[in-house]
């Protein structure tokens, strides 16, 4: 079996690797390849000073999206109206009618089951048991 190349580094090509912060020989210098800094950094924009806006206050203040007079995109309202409370109370409705006919189903799988079971030998009593061993009650077996 031949032995594995060594893979090509991933550093970049023509640059020199970062110097740790605490070895650096310029403070001011964040990477050895850039030009050394030849005085004191420029002031923020924040501390520059520049007019302010007697309307906004401010220049660094983005104004407001909308002035006052003008409405909002879409009104908005604190409780539903009466189309909104349709559209939820047909939702509701139609969870409540595919739980009772998948309800309706489950029952009538439980009983095609219990009585192959019948058929197949199993007595009452166990029927009985296996039932309220499932989390059912002993009303929920079928009749035969």
Do not use: C, F
């Amino acid at each position: 079996m031949a032995k594995p190349k060594p893979k090509a580094s991933s550093a970049p090509t023509g640059q020199p690797a970062a110097v740790p912060p605490r070895t650096r020989e310029d403070g001011g210098r964040q990477h050895p390849w850039e030009p050394e800094s030849t005085g004191p950094a420029p002031a923020p924009e924040s501390s520059r000073s520049a007019e302010i806006d007697p309307e906004y206050g401010r220049p660094d203040v983005r104004p407001p999206a909308r002035t006052p007079e003008r409405t909002r995109a879409r009104a908005r309202r604190k409780s539903p109206d009466l189309e909104q409370w349709g559209r939820l109370v047909n939702v509701a409705a139609l969870k409540v009618g595919a739980a009772q006919r998948k309800l309706t189903t489950r029952e009538q799988e439980l009983a095609d089951v219990i009585g192959q079971a019948r058929a197949a030998g199993a007595d009452e009593e166990t029927l009985r048991a296996w039932l309220v061993s499932a989390g059912l009650s002993q009303e929920d077996l079928p009749k035969s």
